[in-house]
Structure formats: structure tokens, C-alpha cells
């Protein structure tokens, strides 16, 4: 994914899985799960990656943090 905002350090996204990767400036990861490739585009597009993500993201998938699997 493009270079993410800075309140976002790093992204991904597996298609396979449905699983959108996020990962902040402190190195916390979450991971969403079953997010359709149309909303991960969009999150990848989105001007400020901070509020789509808390807009369209947070909230309404399930959320996992990284070390808690």
C-alpha cells in the first residue's frame, strides 16, 4: 500500500484473507478482519489515513491486535 499518513507507520493488505494490517509510529499492530478490497482501496487512497481509518475501519470490523492471536 502507499506510504501511510503520519499517525500510521505501516499498512497491508491480503486479498486472500481479507485481513487489512495497520501499524502505528510506537510499532503496535492491529489487524481488521474481512474487509472487502473496495474499503482497503479506499484506505489506501484516502488523503488522511488516520480518519478514514477511524471512519470507515474502526469499530465495524473485528480488530485484533498484534501478540493477542
Do not use: Q
Not at 506510504?3 to 481479507?18: E, F, G, K, V, W
Not at 510499532?27 to 484506505?43: E, I, L, Q, R, W
Amino acid at each position: 500500500m502507499k506510504l501511510p499518513s503520519s499517525a500510521i507507520a505501516a499498512t497491508s493488505y491480503d486479498p486472500m484473507t481479507r485481513t487489512l494490517g495497520v501499524t502505528y509510529p510506537s510499532g503496535v499492530a492491529y489487524s481488521y478482519t474481512d474487509v472487502p478490497a473496495h474499503v482497503a482501496a479506499a484506505f489506501d487512497r484516502a488523503e488522511s489515513k488516520g480518519a478514514f481509518l477511524v471512519k470507515h475501519i474502526k469499530g465495524k470490523y473485528e480488530t485484533v491486535k498484534a501478540g493477542d492471536i
